[in-house]
């Protein structure tokens, strides 16, 4: 057995465990993005979310139910939860796991941010367009 998350499960890897059931487990992420970042898999072994068929439908429902309960339980107001599935969606290990994550103004700024961006790019006085975005954003 190679997979890092297998491993996790079955406790030779040890983990900052959040919660744990019969079909999934929580622990906090190695190697974090925000104040709160934690990762929620399946202990069935799933690559990811281009490998799921009907029969999984049930384990999904259960972590994406599960994610706002321990996002509350940590302390989060607000969170974002990502998946990536296969290379090309940026998975490095290769066991379904959604990141879930929050605590910072991060996530609404990287929001605004890009919401100045959109704003910037499709604006015809570019110039003045941005100095509001920016004025409004209370930045510099």
């Known amino acids: 057995m190679t997979c890092i998350f297998c491993k ?24 974090p993005i925000d104040k709160v970042h934690f990762l929620i898999t399946p202990k069935k072994h799933i690559e990811n979310l281009m490998a799921c068929n009907e029969s999984d439908k049930d384990i999904i429902s259960n972590m994406l ?8 339980d940590l302390g989060l107001k607000g969170f974002r939860t990502m ?8 998975q490095e290990v290769f066991h379904m796991h959604f990141h879930v994550y929050g605590g910072s ?3 609404a700024n990287s929001y605004a941010l890009s919401c100045i ?6 604006s015809k006085n570019l110039i003045r367009e941005f100095l509001w975005a920016f004025q409004a954003l209370h930045i510099g």
């Open 8 to 31: 996790i499960i079955d406790g030779s890897i040890p983990s900052k465990k959040i919660f744990e059931n019969d079909e999934l487990i929580a622990f906090h992420d190695v190697h």
């Open 105 to 107: 103004s991060k996530l």
């Open 117 to 122: 961006w959109w704003k910037f790019k499709t």
């Open 83 to 90: 998946i990536n599935s296969g290379v090309e969606g940026g």
């Open 65 to 72: 139910l599960l994610a706002p309960k321990l996002a509350k």
